[in-house]
């Protein structure tokens, strides 16, 4: 099977003016004198360049943040293999997958939701890897936008998953949305709010900046929510025209195992290699704070 090549550098320039192959360049350059790193593609670095504004100093903050988390952060960037049972149950348990359509600022919509309201089979980490893994591919094949919303339908979120998630997983997976992801986030809306969103959210806010705060919105009912988005562009279960939640996961599900290859190559070839890195080597630890300073909150 051959490994999915993405968007090209070319296909990006088009797309985008403010892209400069100068930049690029300037970028190749940098990574070069940053042993610790992998090789990097250049619709990666168009990436992340577009996600930051084409401002080269943040940009470099994300690559370096990147790929340093996903080195990190076994528990969510390891043992991607869509076929592994773990991730075959959460898949089961989880959907994400893209809405068609732009909302009226010309905005990506990714929609995430349980499929199974029982919390005995729910995995925090493994949940949020069928996540990133959906938004890697999906990065890859679609390359930059003009921004991204997400839409959670929590409409079958308990306290049960709640207590579920440790305080210390959902730490680090803030952070590494909020400091390595190369999207332009522009929204979060969670929609059929139920009162164990309220725990969610007490739990996630000391991990998020206020900028993420800020572009937060809860909805109750489709009319709010349909300030924001095409309502047609949800599943029919939510009272949209697109199709079943079950198939549109499918659909989802069938691309990463396409793209099996893709993953096994990333998770062997795209990490930093601390022994190489110039200054002192970072570690878990480091990045994200001492694992047994959430024991008092551990409720798994």
């Given at each position: 099977m051959s490994i999915i090549k993405g968007i090209t550098l070319e296909e990006e320039m088009k797309k985008n003016s403010q892209l400069k192959l100068s930049d690029i360049q300037s970028l190749r350059e940098w990574c070069?004198?940053?042993?610790?790193?992998?090789?990097?593609?250049?619709?990666?670095?168009?990436?992340?360049?577009?996600?930051?504004?084409?401002?080269?100093?943040?940009?470099?903050?994300?690559?370096?943040?990147?790929?340093?988390?996903?080195?990190?952060?076994?528990?969510?960037?390891?043992?991607?293999?869509?076929?592994?049972?773990?991730?075959?149950?959460?898949?089961?348990?989880?959907?994400?997958?893209?809405?068609?359509?732009?909302?009226?600022?010309?905005?990506?919509?990714?929609?995430?939701?349980?499929?199974?309201?029982?919390?005995?089979?729910?995995?925090?980490?493994n949940c949020i890897k069928y996540a990133i893994m959906f938004s890697d591919i999906y990065l890859l094949m679609n390359g930059t936008n003009d921004g991204t919303i997400f839409i959670f339908d929590v409409s079958k979120l308990s306290f049960g998953h709640v207590m579920r998630i440790n305080p210390m997983g959902m730490k680090k997976h803030l952070y590494y949305l909020q400091e390595a992801m190369p999207i332009r986030l522009k929204a979060i809306h969670f929609l059929n709010a139920t009162p164990a969103m309220e725990l969610w959210m007490n739990m996630a806010k000391p991990?998020?900046?206020?900028?993420?705060?800020?572009?937060?919105?809860?909805?109750?009912?489709?009319?709010?929510?349909?300030?924001?988005?095409?309502?047609?562009?949800?599943?029919?279960?939510?009272?949209?025209?697109?199709?079943?939640?079950?198939?549109?996961?499918?659909?989802?599900?069938?691309?990463?195992?396409?793209?099996?290859?893709?993953?096994?190559?990333?998770?062997?070839?795209?990490?930093?290699?601390?022994?190489?890195?110039?200054?002192?080597?970072?570690?878990?630890?480091?990045l994200f704070g001492i694992e047994g300073n959430f024991k008092k909150l551990d409720i798994d």
């Open positions: 070069k004198k940053q042993p610790h790193l992998p090789k990097i593609e250049d619709n990666f670095l168009a990436l992340f360049l577009h996600s930051n504004y084409y401002q080269m100093e943040p940009t470099k903050n994300t690559i370096e943040n990147y790929y340093t988390i996903r080195t990190h952060l076994p528990e969510i960037f390891c043992n991607r293999d869509p076929f592994e049972k773990e991730l075959r149950q959460a898949f089961k348990i989880a959907a994400v997958f893209p809405l068609n359509g732009l909302t009226k600022d010309g905005y990506k919509m990714i929609l995430s939701t349980l499929m199974d309201s029982d919390p005995s089979f729910y995995n925090y980490n991990f998020m900046k206020n900028e993420l705060i800020d572009i937060i919105h809860f909805h109750l009912s489709l009319e709010s929510i349909s300030e924001y988005i095409p309502v047609d562009a949800l599943p029919n279960e939510m009272g949209g025209k697109a199709d079943s939640v079950h198939k549109l996961a499918e659909i989802q599900v069938k691309e990463l195992e396409d793209n099996r290859e893709w993953f096994l190559l990333d998770e062997a070839t795209r990490r930093v290699n601390e022994a190489l890195r110039i200054g002192k080597s970072k570690t878990a630890n480091g």
